[in-house]
Nanobody, 117 residues
Framework: QVQLVESGGGFVEAGGSLRLSCAAI????????MGWYRQAPGEQRELVAT???????NYVDSVKGRFTIARDNAKNTVALHMNNLKPGDTAVYYC???????????WGQGTQVTVSS
């Protein structure tokens, strides 16, 4: 069983920065993809950023140039560095991972990010 444990998040003023971290623990063999979704109140869950085991990263257009995703394969961790935050970034952020061999997906518990104007 694999668990994803998130940390980080919080409250910040517009223009500020936050860092989210996520660690995969348990019977982790190889994770093909790791990343972050977010869900704002009343909105659908949105894919924010992903990174493959080879380091190939993708971002939703609204965060390009402001967010950076970083992965450590040896530690099975992924981080999301968020700069120049905007009120529109306010959401609960969820870490996810996909198993390389089984295609099983795993999810973190979610962490709140609130950006004030």
């Amino acid at each position: 069983q694999v668990q994803l444990v998130e940390s980080g998040g919080g409250f910040v003023e517009a223009g500020g920065s936050l860092r989210l971290s996520c660690a995969a623990i348990g019977r982790v063999f190889r994770l093909r993809e790791m990343g972050w979704y977010r869900q704002a109140p009343g909105e659908q869950r949105e894919l924010v950023a992903t990174v493959t085991s080879r380091g190939s990263a993708n971002y939703v257009d609204s965060v390009k140039g402001r967010f950076t995703i970083a992965r450590d394969n040896a530690k099975n961790t992924v981080a999301l560095h968020m700069n120049n935050l905007k009120p529109g970034d306010t959401a609960v952020y969820y870490c996810f991972a996909i198993d390389e061999y089984t295609d099983d997906d795993y999810w973190g518990q979610g962490t709140q990010v609130t950006v004030s104007s």
